[in-house]
C-alpha cells in the first residue's frame, strides 16, 4: 500500500503522539525493525517502542514483518506516507491532535533543513510563491500537487528525499476580511 488515508479523528489521534510518528518514520525510511533497534535510534526503550508500535498496529499503520526470525518480532509500515484529509480539524479532539502532529512535523522540518547546511551535492530546491486563492482553488492546487507527488512514489533513485508541501495562510493585511 502506497498510502494510509487516516479516516477518522480516534485513528488521528492514535498517531498524535511523537513516539509513534518517529517510529513510523524511521520504519518508512530505513524499514523493518524490532522495538530494540527503534529504541536505540530513537532513544527510547524497547518496551515503550513495543507499547507504542502495538498501538500503531491497532490502528493499520504497522504490521508483522514477513522476514520474522522467530524470536524477536519485526515490525514495518504498512504504507509509505499517511493523508490527514482537512476534515480531520473539524472537531475540538481533531484540531489537538493534529496540533501534536504539526509539531512534530515542524521539528523533523527545522532538523533537516540544520543537517542541509553546508550540502552541495543535492537537488535541494525552495520556492517561495504567494499566490491569491479562493478555498476552492487551494483544494484544488494541493490534489493536484498531491497528484503528481503519486506519481513518483514507486520510483526507486538512490537518495531519500523529504517532499514538504504547505499551504500556509499569508498574513493579513489592514482591511482583509
Known amino acids: 500500500m502506497r498510502s494510509r488515508v487516516v479516516d477518522g479523528v480516534e485513528t488521528l489521534k492514535a498517531l498524535a503522539h511523537p513516539v509513534r510518528m518517529n517510529a513510523l518514520g524511521e520504519l ?3 524499514g523493518p ?9 530513537l532513544e ?20 508483522d514483518d514477513v522476514a520474522r526470525d522467530g524470536r524477536e518480532r519485526r515490525w514495518r509500515a504498512t ?7 482537512p476534515s480531520l480539524t473539524d472537531t475540538a479532539e481533531g484540531r489537538a491532535a493534529m496540533s501534536v502532529v504539526r509539531e512534530v512535523q515542524q521539528g523533523h522540518l527545522a532538523r533537516q533543513l540544520a543537517a542541509l547546511a553546508g550540502e552541495t ?12 486563492l479562493e478555498p476552492d482553488e487551494l483544494r484544488e ?7 503528481v507527488v503519486h506519481d513518483y512514489l514507486d520510483h526507486d533513485g538512490t537518495r ?3 517532499l514538504h508541501l504547505l499551504s500556509l495562510p499569508g498574513e493579513r493585511q489592514p482591511g482583509e476580511p
Do not use: I, K, M, W
Open 33 to 41: 525493525a524490532t522495538a530494540s533497534e527503534l529504541g536505540r535510534v
Open 121 to 132: 551535492e543535492t537537488a535541494f530546491e525552495h520556492s517561495d510563491y504567494l499566490l491569491r
Open 28 to 30: 518508512r525510511r530505513n
Open 44 to 63: 527510547e526503550s524497547s518496551g515503550s517502542l513495543s507499547y507504542h508500535l502495538r498501538q500503531l498496529e491497532r490502528y493499520g499503520f504497522v504490521t
Open 79 to 85: 504504507a509509505q506516507l499517511t493523508e490527514l484529509p
Open 160 to 162: 531519500l528525499v523529504a
Open 141 to 147: 492546487l494541493n490534489q493536484r500537487l498531491h497528484d
